[in-house]
């Protein structure tokens, strides 16, 4: 299998340049141009081709990222240099990137988040440049900011969901489909890997929204992909690798973010998620605690054995590269949801 993604945009510069902006804790600069690729995709390759599909979802992920930048970090000059950006032409590619996905999902007759977006911006940009405005424009406002945040989230969860519905839809497209919708087998197993990457995404925007009932199922759904894969690479290769301690690692982060969400649903209530064709319960509310606890022990367990395995790889001189550090922010995870049942441990007392 090559080394390189087999798909073209992903090898893109521009492309490169936009996950490493993501990475580094510059989202908002990375919005343009995954709205500019997403354009120039649709355009020569098709709205429902594989590349279209990765720039949608990191198109709708960078706009998320940037919500969470801005509403989190601590106000830095960095920060609000940034902000400009977001008032650029990139208005213009939000308007069509929520048109597309309006057409897609037949929303005509809801307003464009996008739209939305503009419109609150000009006037907080108005009320703010009013320098005799008194403390209730100041509040309106922030108010108003914080609509355009509701908005871009909107619109990033729209992407998301259009860019993981075409990523299903071919990799179930039978084989003896039209020529259009048939994909190789090497784009198949990359469409498999990156369906997980897409729910997670999924289950934080839901998570952020709090919709908790939504944000356990795609977890669920993404762990059931790599518990697949896990199981998968245990049965066809002899000795643990590398790419195994990934495959694992990125197992037991699911199994914890499923414990994690569960955690966050209301007390009291069942965990429920209403989707388009069903309603699906996860657990009682009288169920839910338990329900929670058995993932977060999977993950424990996994992540001792993982751990052992990887004490050993080291003492053989494995050079363990990223995983090391990924594994760090893996502990760190866990150990934080162990921490959430002490305290409720602690408070039933």
Known sequence: ??????????????????????????????????????????????????????????????????????????????????????????????????????????????????????????????????DGADKDTDEKAETEADASDEDDVALALEMIETALHILLAR??????????????????????DQIPR???????????????????????????????????????????????LKCKRLYIEACCLVAEALLACPDGEDVVCDGEDETVTYAKASERIDFANSWYEMARVELNDLLCQMAKMAAQKVDLGSEKKDTCILVEMVAGVGFAFDGLKKAAK
């Open 198 to 244: 897409f729910l997670i995404c999924l289950g934080d925007v839901y998570s952020f929204q709090e919709a908790h009932g939504k944000s356990v199922d795609a977890y669920i759904r993404a762990l059931s992909y790599r518990e697949d894969k896990w199981k998968e690479m245990k049965e066809s290769k002899d000795s643990f690798s590398i790419e195994q």
């Open 1 to 130: 299998m090559s080394s390189n993604p087999p798909i073209a945009i992903a090898t893109d510069p521009r492309f490169i340049l936009a996950r490493k902006l993501i990475t580094s804790g510059s989202p908002e600069s990375a919005i343009d141009i995954f709205a500019n690729l997403l354009e120039r995709c649709r355009e020569k390759l098709g709205e429902e081709s594989l590349d279209a599909a990765l720039c949608q979802y990191e198109y709708g992920n960078s706009l998320f990222r940037a919500v969470l930048h801005r509403q989190y970090e601590d106000g830095t000059d960095a920060v609000d240099e940034r902000k400009p950006a977001a008032k650029s032409d990139g208005e213009r590619q939000r308007e069509i990137m929520a048109a597309a996905a309006e057409k897609r999902f037949g929303a005509a007759s809801s307003p464009e988040p996008s739209k939305k977006r503009a419109k609150i911006e000009s006037g907080a940009d108005k009320s703010l440049s009013n």
């Open 171 to 192: 990799v179930a497209a039978p084989s003896e489909s039209d020529k259009a919708k048939r994909i190789s087998d090497e784009q198949k197993e990359w469409a498999l």
